[in-house]
Structures are given as structure tokens and as C-alpha cells.
């Protein structure tokens, strides 16, 4: 069983905020996150958008977070 369960976009980005993660620049619906120690991270969702277990799997894999940081 998934530690992930799905939520929306607008949630996922506040939690990377949360963690250390900014805004680096935006073109468009595509924002460049950046945070001291990781690659820079191109956030490509819509507010709206649902997020499912597998991809927040992805997004944890290349920033950092973790479950209980939703």
C-alpha cells in the first residue's frame, strides 16, 4: 500500500513551500521551484489538477518530501 494519497496541485505546491522550495521564475502554468541542495524542480500542474499516489511518489523522489508533510 501507497504512503500517497492523491490531492490537488494547489496543496502539493503550499507543501513544497512549506518544506524550503521557491519560486525560481514562471512561464506560463510551468514554475521553475528551486532549493538549496536539490536540481531545480519545473512544477507543470494546475491548480486544480488531481494528483495521484504515483506521481506525488515522482515529485517526493526529486524534492524531498515526505508524507507527512501534506
Do not use: C
Amino acid at each position: 500500500m501507497s504512503h500517497w494519497r492523491s490531492i490537488k496541485a494547489k496543496r502539493l505546491l503550499s507543501a513544497l513551500l512549506s518544506i524550503g522550495w521557491s519560486v525560481k521564475r514562471q512561464d506560463g502554468s510551468h514554475k521553475t521551484l528551486e532549493r538549496l541542495g536539490f536540481p531545480d524542480y519545473v512544477f507543470a500542474f494546475h491548480d486544480g489538477d488531481e494528483i495521484g499516489p504515483k506521481m506525488l511518489a515522482k515529485v517526493a523522489k526529486h524534492t524531498g518530501l515526505k508524507p507527512n508533510d501534506l
